[in-house]
């Protein structure tokens, strides 16, 4: 990062300003998840309005992580006895994952007008980067497809925090009984929190894990925390920064979106989320008779949200991050390895397609 050219420094530096600066006012002002969700609005508008901001992406592969660190904590020695429970969820994953995608497709097809490939790999409900990759190759556009998949993620936890504040009257998890300090852990705890970090980056990457750098260090906290190795999470001003550094670069992702000029397609991207999200709500509701979920955790386990952001808003929220976090893992996996395959077979049709629609 030290080769960076001055302007992108001022540009990097700015979003931090802002993103921090969004924090403290989410904070001030109740906001659910505020040090994720403030910097993450107030970032997004800025560059929506033209501001010169970059997000740190450079930090990613460090505050990663340490939310996978955090997000393992949340695993206990009784966990295996509520497993069972979860049979349902994933047996109606696959169907939700399906449907949904489909609903997005015919959406982008039907009201968006898209072509076919653009449809196609704006519609599925997770994956971001691999998308934009797949649908590049394909011939789709790519800012289009990555416009639409960071409008996803960005909308489905701004609408679903605040709904669960406001309706359901489920917030954030605050007070000083949350607030892990740095001489709240002893040296042994800090060697194995810091060893999960680094051995689960570089172990994730090592067995091409989905969402290696967070997924790893989760893998290995879990198991740490569920052996009673160690029973504190990472230092809270750690987390905090992690989830500052998260927010803004999504924030930041809108960098160059003129509104006037993408308009139609963030409206697109809005009435495809609100649509991801009513399919979203209908299968959890599934979920209580069938598996006797609450409503609330049902929505975040299938939510088209990313799994860093949805895992933390479960914690923020007092769910189950254990079950949230391994239907997202499961939903990754999925999509990833779904899609490709679905292409395989109807790629050549949409490709022809989407030539005749051009």
């Known amino acids: 990062m030290t080769s960076l050219p001055a302007s992108l420094w001022l540009k990097i530096l700015l979003g931090a300003a802002i993103g921090i600066f969004s924090g403290f006012v989410a904070r001030w002002i109740g906001m659910p998840l505020p040090w994720m969700l403030g910097p993450m609005l107030g970032c997004g508008l800025a560059a929506l309005a033209g501001a010169p901001v970059q997000g740190p992406v450079g930090l990613r592969s460090v505050v990663i992580p340490i939310i996978g660190v955090m997000l393992g904590a949340g695993f206990h020695p009784g966990l ?3 497993v069972a ?4 969820t994933l047996l109606l994953l696959p ?3 399906i449907i949904a995608t489909l ?16 449809a196609f790999f704006c519609a599925a409900p997770g994956g971001l980067n691999e998308m934009v990759v797949l649908g590049g190759q394909a011939g789709g556009d790519e800012s289009r497809i990555a416009l639409a998949h960071a409008l996803r993620v960005f909308l489905t936890i701004s609408a679903i925090a ?14 000083a009984a949350t607030w892990v300090g740095l001489t709240d852990l002893t040296l042994l705890d800090a060697a194995l929190l810091l060893g999960c970090g680094l051995l689960g980056f570089y172990a994730g ?10 997924f790893g260090p989760m893998i290995l906290s879990a198991a740490a ?10 230092p809270s001003l750690l987390v905090i920064a992690a989830q500052l550094s998260i927010g803004t670069i999504l924030g930041c992702r809108f960098s160059g979106v003129s509104p006037k000029e993408m308009g139609r397609d963030m409206a697109l991207g809005l009435g495809a989320t609100a649509l991801l999200l009513c399919v979203t709500t209908a299968f959890a509701a599934l979920l209580g008779p069938v598996a006797g ?3 609330p955790q049902g929505v975040l386990a299938y939510s088209p949200g990313g799994l860093t952001e949805m895992s933390l808003l479960s914690l923020a929220m007092g769910q189950d991050v254990a079950y949230v976090s391994t239907m997202h893992v499961a939903r990754i996996v999925m999509i990833l390895f779904g899609m490709p395959l679905v292409f395989r077979v109807i790629g050549t049709r949409l490709v022809e397609a989407s030539r005749k629609d051009r």
Request: aromatic share 16%; glycine share 8%.
């Open 162 to 175: 605040l709904v669960f504040a406001l309706l359901l009257d489920i917030r954030a998890v605050r007070g």
């Open 103 to 118: 609903a997005s497709y015919q959406f982008y097809r039907r009201i968006g007008g898209y072509d076919p490939v653009n």
């Open 293 to 295: 979920t609450p409503l």
């Open 205 to 214: 990457k090592w067995l091409h894990l989905p969402a290696p750098q967070l």
């Open 225 to 234: 925390h569920m052996m009673e190795w160690v029973t504190v999470p990472p």
């Open 95 to 97: 169907g939700f994952l």
């Open 80 to 82: 295996f006895d509520h």
């Open 85 to 88: 429970t979860w049979t349902g």
